[in-house]
Structure formats: structure tokens, C-alpha cells
């Protein structure tokens, strides 16, 4: 049984609410610290619900997350331990002080924060050490900046000298708030921000080449991960699942995090994505190396199900709510070979089950951990038919 705020070997008093399916059990006091328990650094972490685990030492986190990936892909995906390989957890270069992008959420007139756990109040925080430090001289930037009348959420993203702010609030953009937008950009730290889908300066982040000469490129309001030094890891083992194959078609492209590094050598990738800011910066970047992509706009499933070019693997990426409908989708196009990165294991187990069922078999599951602190990780899967 999972008992929150305990550690692996803790003897604890705690209490069990719910019932049925829905029971949680909550550590209330430590009885006897066990092996596995470490003090967490951070003074509010029993407040914030940004990094529930700072309590447990990092190997025994590792352990956790390489059995809670062997549980789903098990109990859920119907995949026996040993039916499969299943490899050691990649872990992270930093613990703490490796997050490049965050979203805050209003805390308070000028302040920001995260959502407490197990409830939608937010909790103020002034310094994450989660945060690159860039990142925290972005956030401290954007707190002394004053309140933001109409702002709800405030995005960040780090690049190597400068970063980008995304204001994202539920009402029409005012003047008023154009105005501060436009004022943020005074900052030595900013170079551009996104305001309700418009562009203040120039928001877009761009790494350094690959070494195909892409630059992959995010912007405040789209999608990047988040753990910079594992990056280059995670596109690794997703290049290795996706194998030889010449004809890929990816779903869930992004702005290009796991397609940019595939492109060249006569390869021929279709990419597809939803966001338009997204795929723009993909554009972008594949044209600056010289690469050739064919890109579509389109939601994932209707292409998959359309898609009448010939797919030697499929790569998918999807939010941690999984891909039922593109999995279901890709039963009939039949690719030879496909590549699931996932940040969720369950929805991962139950997807996987959902390609076990359409002759796809199990053959390896790479777990790498993207979120120390956390009690997730991501997981690039091979199926084959």
C-alpha cells in the first residue's frame, strides 16, 4: 500500500480516508525513520504540491519509480516481468536545481505559486529548488515586477543566458496589462513574451545545434520538457526504439524534441501536431538545418486513421492522459514497429494492453527519470508486431 509523506522502512501512524477503490492513507507521524529517509530541504514541502518526495533518498526513488513501471506495464498492460526487457532507470544528472521551464498559478496580489497537494489552494513560493538558476532569477524578476491585474497563470522558460515569460489569464488583455507586458521586456533577462497567444520581443528559446545542425526551439506557451540535462537521454532511447526504420510517421510532434534529432540521412519523417505555434518553431528549425520533415496539422487520431502514406514505425508522445483513440487508430494501419514515449506508466499499461490486443508485442520499456522529487518518470516503450 502507497502511504503518502512516508518513506521505504518508515514506521508510521497514519490515517486511511475513502473506501472501496478510492482508499488513501496519509503518514501522520514518524514513528521510526527508516533507510530511505532523508530530510527535505525545502521549508514548505509539506505545503506545496510541486515535489511530494524530497523525504526519500534518491536511489530508493529510482527503485520506486523502476517498480511502479514493471506494476503498470503488469497489472494493467498484462505484461509479465520477464515477458519483456525491461532496463535499469536512467537517472538524473541533477536532483534538484534541473527544471528549465515552470507554470506558476496566482497566489496573491504579486506573488505566485503552486497548488498545495490534495487541494486547489495555491501556495506561495518564493524560491523552488527545483529551478534552474536562470529560472529563479526569472521568477524573482517577474515577482518584483508587481502584480499583473488579469493574470492568472505565469510561464517561464529559462534558455542559456535569457528566458521568456507566458501571461496567460481568463478575461480579455487590457491596455493596462499590455502595457506591463511590454515593461517586462526592460529586463535584461527577457527577451519576449507571449501574451494570450500574442508576441511581445522574441519569446523564442532555442538550444544549441544538434549534430545535424537542428536547434530545437520553445516558446513560453507551448510545450517543452522541462529537465534539460536529461533531454538529450530521452530523444537517445527514443531514436534506438524508433530503429532503422526509414519511413516514421510521429504523433504528438511538439515543437520537435524527439523529431528533430531523427531527421537526415534519407529518412523520411511525418510529423503531427495539434499546435500551430508548436509546429511553427519545428518549421523553423528544420528549414534553418537544411532537414527536410513533412509536417501536418491535425488532431492525432484522425491522421493516424488517414494516413495513407506507408509507416515503416510510428512515435507518439502523448499528454500523461495517454492515446486510446490514436492507438485504436494505429491497429489499422499496422506499422511494423512502434515507439511509445509516455509520462504516465498506468496510462501507458492501459494503451499497451490496447496493442497487445492488436497483435503488437511488449519487447523493451526504458524508464528515465525526468522529475526527481516527483513520483513520475517518463518510459520510451517497443512494440512490435
Not at 527577457?190 to 545545434?209: M, N, Q, W
Not at 510545450?223 to 526504439?241: D, I, K, P, T, Y
Request: charged share 25%.
Amino acid at each position: 500500500m502507497k502511504v503518502s509523506l512516508a518513506a521505504p522502512g518508515d514506521t508510521v501512524e497514519a490515517e486511511l480516508t475513502g473506501e472501496g477503490r478510492f482508499e488513501r492513507t496519509r503518514a501522520l507521524r514518524v514513528l521510526e525513520r527508516g533507510g530511505a529517509r532523508v530530510d527535505p530541504p525545502c521549508p514548505i514541502v509539506d505545503r506545496c504540491g510541486g515535489c511530494p518526495v524530497q523525504h526519500v533518498a534518491y536511489e530508493a526513488q529510482l527503485a520506486a519509480k523502476q517498480e511502479l513501471t514493471a506494476d503498470a506495464l503488469e497489472r494493467i498492460g498484462g505484461f509479465p516481468r520477464g515477458s519483456y526487457e525491461l532496463s535499469p532507470i536512467v537517472p538524473s544528472p541533477r536532483q534538484f536545481r534541473y527544471r528549465r521551464r515552470a507554470r506558476l498559478h496566482r497566489a496573491g496580489a504579486g506573488a505566485w505559486g503552486f497548488a498545495q497537494a490534495g487541494s486547489a489552494r495555491v501556495e506561495r513560493v518564493d524560491e523552488c529548488l527545483l529551478f534552474e538558476p536562470l529560472l529563479q532569477e526569472i521568477a524573482d524578476m517577474a515577482r518584483s515586477a508587481g502584480d499583473l491585474p488579469g493574470v492568472d497563470d505565469l510561464g517561464l522558460l529559462a534558455g542559456e543566458t535569457k528566458g521568456a515569460i507566458d501571461l496567460r489569464g481568463s478575461g480579455a488583455v487590457s491596455p493596462g496589462l499590455r502595457k506591463r507586458a511590454e515593461k517586462l521586456l526592460e529586463h535584461k533577462l527577457v527577451r519576449g513574451v507571449t501574451l494570450a497567444g500574442a508576441t511581445i520581443g522574441d519569446p523564442v528559446i532555442a538550444d544549441p545545434p544538434l549534430s545535424n545542425g537542428a536547434r530545437l526551439r520553445a516558446r513560453p506557451d507551448t510545450f517543452a520538457q522541462a529537465n534539460r540535462a536529461m533531454v538529450q537521454m530521452l530523444q537517445r532511447e527514443a531514436a534506438l526504439a524508433v530503429g532503422d526504420s526509414a519511413r516514421v510517421l510521429e504523433l504528438f510532434c511538439g515543437s520537435g524534441t524527439l523529431t528533430l534529432p531523427l531527421l537526415g540521412g534519407g529518412r523520411l519523417v511525418t510529423a503531427v501536431e495539434s499546435a500551430g505555434p508548436a509546429l511553427g518553431l519545428l518549421r523553423r528549425s528544420a528549414d534553418e538545418a537544411g532537414l527536410g520533415v513533412q509536417l501536418i496539422a491535425g488532431d492525432a487520431a484522425e491522421v493516424a486513421r488517414s494516413f495513407d502514406g506507408p509507416a515503416d514505425a510510428v512515435l507518439l508522445d502523448p499528454p500523461r492522459t495517454g492515446a486510446a483513440d490514436v492507438v485504436r487508430a494505429l491497429a489499422d494501419l499496422r506499422p511494423p514497429r512502434i515507439a511509445y514515449v509516455s509520462c504516465d506508466a498506468p496510462t501507458l499499461g492501459r494503451d499497451g494492453k490496447l496493442l497487445s490486443l492488436a497483435g503488437y508485442r511488449l519487447v523493451k520499456a526504458v524508464p528515465l527519470d525526468l522529475f526527481p522529487q516527483t513520483a513520475h518518470c517518463e518510459v520510451v516503450a517497443t512494440f512490435q508486431r
